[in-house]
């Protein structure tokens, strides 16, 4: 098994220090930075959007892996594209992923989809072929700091078997409540990009909690 590529999520950061704190996770061998975009309707809560990922731009090179909780994504992809995000993910249970999916591809941006514990993993089915990443959401979206939902390891197994079957290349990522004691599980299932927040910034040694998360 290949070692799987690991993003820290920023909302798990301290906001009045973000360049130091991304430092920190890019010194410490991030693969990607996930940034969790809340709109209040998606989910019961509100994150940070625009203004703060032009700013995180200026001072990563680390891609931006942005993974947007809202509503209605598509009126706002070129300034998504714009700010610097290079891959933006959405979630299977809008009314129209496919078109939104399209969207997204049409402004030269890699995609991805989600799906929330409450969904079943074949919702992500119709759409793999268009996919850069397929998430599987292992705590309910909207708020970091969640315990892991175990449930979602089948899903990550079922997924990675229909990936396989297809003879696609895609990797699957998991996203909540990701730690040292669930990481292991999450590679065996089948996981490649391992999200976690909590398990990272609020780690006393960031670069060890990367290396363990990775295996
Ligand atoms: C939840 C977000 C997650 C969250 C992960 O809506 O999608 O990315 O920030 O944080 P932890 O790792 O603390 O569960
Ligand atoms: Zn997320």
Do not use: W, Y
């Given at each position: 098994?290949?070692?799987?590529?690991?993003?820290?999520s920023l909302?798990?950061?301290?906001?009045?220090?973000?360049?130091a704190?991304?430092?920190?996770?890019?010194?410490g061998?991030?693969?990607?930075l996930?940034?969790?975009v809340?709109?209040g309707?998606?989910?019961?809560?509100i994150?940070f959007?625009?203004?703060v990922?032009?700013?995180?731009?200026?001072?990563?090179?680390?891609?931006?892996?942005?993974?947007l909780?809202?509503?209605?994504?598509?009126?706002f992809i070129?300034?998504?594209?714009?700010?610097?995000s290079d891959?933006?993910t959405?979630?299977?249970?809008?009314?129209?992923?496919?078109a939104?999916?399209a969207?997204?591809?049409?402004?030269?941006l890699k995609?991805?989809?989600a799906?929330n514990p409450g969904?079943?993993v074949?919702?992500?089915?119709?759409?793999?072929e268009?996919?850069?990443?397929?998430l599987v959401?292992?705590?309910e979206p909207?708020f970091?700091?969640q315990?892991?939902?175990?449930?979602?390891?089948?899903?990550?197994?079922?997924?990675?078997a229909?990936?396989a079957?297809?003879?696609?290349?895609?990797?699957?990522?998991?996203?909540?409540?990701?730690?040292a004691?669930?990481?292991?599980?999450?590679?065996?299932?089948g996981?490649?990009?391992?999200?976690a927040g909590?398990?990272?910034?609020?780690?006393?040694?960031?670069?060890?909690?990367?290396?363990?998360l990775?295996g």
């Open positions: 098994m290949t070692h799987p590529k690991i993003a820290p909302l798990a950061a301290d906001f009045a220090r973000l360049a704190e991304i430092d920190k996770v890019a010194a061998g991030a693969d990607f996930h940034l969790d809340m709109d309707h998606f989910v019961p809560n994150s959007g625009l203004p990922i032009e700013s995180v731009r200026k001072v990563t090179e680390m891609e931006l892996d942005t993974h909780m809202l509503v209605d994504p598509v009126p070129p300034a998504f594209k714009e700010a610097g891959s933006l959405v979630h299977a249970e809008l009314s129209d992923p496919g939104v999916l969207a997204i591809r049409d402004h030269d995609c991805g989809l799906v969904t079943p074949a919702a992500l089915f119709p759409h793999l268009q996919l850069d990443l397929a959401m292992s705590v909207g970091g700091g315990a892991f939902q175990p449930q979602a390891l089948d899903k990550v197994r079922t997924l990675a229909e990936i079957h297809r003879g696609l290349d895609l990797p699957i990522q998991i996203d909540g409540g990701i730690n004691d669930n990481a292991a599980d999450c590679r065996s299932a996981a490649q990009l391992l999200v909590s398990a990272v910034f609020r780690a006393p040694d960031p670069a060890q909690a990367i290396a363990v990775r």
